[in-house]
């Protein structure tokens, strides 16, 4: 026996949720494929949380020590400490909006 990871997914979709975003893509393809300027014109928006502090890995606390040196301490915030929203609009030439909101500003 080995031990693996699950395949991670954002969300289980059911079929109908599927069949609608493909028809919604084959309606912008075909768009697409009628005006190609049509793409310099989309927008795709996406948010993200971003953490504020991210604690050390175990290869960064390591230190060299003499025989019979204490090992320092090293205090670990927690995991779950401040964090923002990032909320980011990119077109064909690159970002045009972008704005971060902390945990009670929404």
Request: charged residues 25%.
């Amino acid at each position: 026996m080995s031990k693996i990871n699950a395949k991670w997914v954002p969300r289980k979709l059911t079929n109908d949720q599927k069949n609608v975003r493909v028809d919604y893509a084959r309606v912008n393809f075909r768009a697409y494929k009628q005006q190609p300027s049509r793409l310099e014109h989309t927008v795709a928006i996406d948010e993200t949380w971003v953490n504020l502090y991210c604690p050390p890995k175990k290869d960064q606390t390591k230190v060299w020590l003499a025989t019979g040196e204490k090992r320092p301490s090293v205090v670990l915030k927690s995991r779950f400490g401040a964090k923002l929203i990032l909320i980011l609009a990119m077109d064909f030439n690159g970002i045009c909006y972008y704005e971060s909101l902390g945990q009670h500003e929404f």
